[in-house]
């Protein structure tokens, strides 16, 4: 992955996230600011329910140095380094129709709560609707789910750099590790989620107005396997997101390519400044050639079954913490009301909006390859400069109705 040359934002290690934040439920603590939650007890904070919020123990106006993950930019190549091995060239499967009918559309989908739209027969309480990263969604309060000794095949695609010379270090590597989950979804069909945190988002601008920044930022592309031969690559943008064939993505080596944007972090096929339009503006991304990342160098890989909601560690990494996956709260602050200076209002869209919900709530059983529950358009080629126009609500977990109204906000 290719992340901005020019980013304030870097990769982040979610442990060291949560030694800067502290539990609040909605605004008011939940314990003392030295009783810092780690990935192993996370989820002991479930039973305050969904409105639990990782707040900063700082201001981040100050940027503090947390904030901005510098720390975690991938190194460099070494000068002995022949980055000939970088080569880009496609290696599919072929025609992107073969076995289409099979691998398009795989599994049973996902529960309501974890962003699909399947019901969920355990639900106890009355859905609370909740804008994510990755479109509205619906959520329910569920347990933990039944273990199964059912395991997912994990998939390993490994890249070896010193087979036939002797190379130098490609670099790439992140002190921030990537997360990993592989899911079987049946009939052959397996997905690879590649998870990216960071600490800030940083919101777009519109008329020279920023908007849309949260603490905490989950994002994540998705390889669509059918037996063991990629098929397709999804890369998540705000709300949106979209999919291509495998051979229409860039290649180094064998693994594809992306870009990520700077600030906002959503992740793009190609290089370049990305418009989108949503109800009340034209917004712009920007991704270039900066450093590059690669995930697989420092990676906490899981495989999950999502219709029991069972995670757990691989082989690759037996010790890597489960508990922490299925905290249901935010990995960030929650809202700035209006009274507070950080906070205004532009359009009907906040400047700070609430932080993200993790990865077990983004669609993870999904069906098609695509975020949403919807149409699911496979691209054959990358490119493209029309804007696209989407109607979601755009980056970070948006403002209830509850919240404007209980708060006077309108």
């Known amino acids: 992955m290719h992340l901005f040359s020019g980013e304030k934002f870097w990769p982040c290690d979610i442990a060291d996230h ?51 993950g510098e720390s975690n930019v991938p190194t460099k190549p070494d000068g002995n380094y022949d980055d000939d091995d970088w080569e880009n060239y496609p290696e599919g499967d072929g025609d992107l129709l073969d076995d289409y009918d099979v691998w398009y559309e795989a599994g049973i989908g996902d529960i309501k709560e974890k962003g699909g739209e ?50 130098g270090s490609p670099g790439g590597r992140s002190d921030a590790p990537a997360v990993l989950v592989v899911i079987d979804k049946g009939d052959g069909v397996v997905d690879a989620f590649w998870f990216f945190f960071y600490s800030y988002n940083l919101g777009n601008v519109v008329l020279n107005v920023r908007f ?64 989108y339009i949503l109800p009340w503006g034209l917004l712009h991304d920007i991704t270039d050639r900066g450093p590059l990342w690669d995930p697989a160098l420092n990676v906490h890989s899981y495989t999950y079954d999502y219709q029991n909601d069972t995670l757990r560690s691989s082989t690759k990494t037996p010790h890597a913490p489960v508990e922490w996956f299925y905290f249901v709260g935010h990995w960030g602050d929650k809202f700035y009301p209006l009274s507070d200076p950080r906070q205004y209002r532009f359009a009907g869209q906040y400047h700070y909006v609430n932080g993200p919900y993790g990865p077990r709530f983004k669609n993870l059983g999904r069906k098609k390859v695509c975020q949403g529950n919807g149409d699911c358009i496979i691209k054959q080629f990358v490119g493209g400069t029309r804007a696209k126009r989407w109607t979601g609500a755009g980056e970070g977990e948006e403002i209830s109705a509850e919240d404007i109204a209980r708060l006077g906000l309108e």
């Open 18 to 68: 949560l030694i800067h934040t502290t539990p609040h439920l909605n605004y008011t603590p939940i314990q003392a600011r030295s009783d810092h939650p780690n990935l192993t007890d996370l989820d002991e904070l479930n039973e305050f329910g969904y409105s639990v919020y990782l707040q900063s123990d700082d201001n981040v106006e100050e940027r503090p140095a947390w904030l901005g």
């Open 212 to 275: 849309g920044n949260h603490v905490g930022d989950w994002e994540h592309t998705v390889v669509r396997f059918h037996h063991g031969k990629p098929k397709a690559v999804f890369f998540s943008e705000h709300s949106f997101g979209e999919a291509y064939a495998w051979d229409a993505v860039e290649k180094i080596g064998k693994r594809p390519v992306g870009y990520i944007a700077t600030g906002t972090h959503a992740m793009y096929a190609t290089p370049g400044t990305h418009s």
């Open 118 to 167: 399947r019901p969920d027969p355990t639900a106890s309480v009355d859905a609370t609707p909740t804008d994510t990263p990755e479109g509205e969604e619906v959520v329910y309060e569920d347990g933990s789910g039944v273990p199964t000794d059912r395991e997912p095949r994990m998939v390993r695609r490994t890249l070896d750099w010193t087979a036939g010379k002797n190379h």
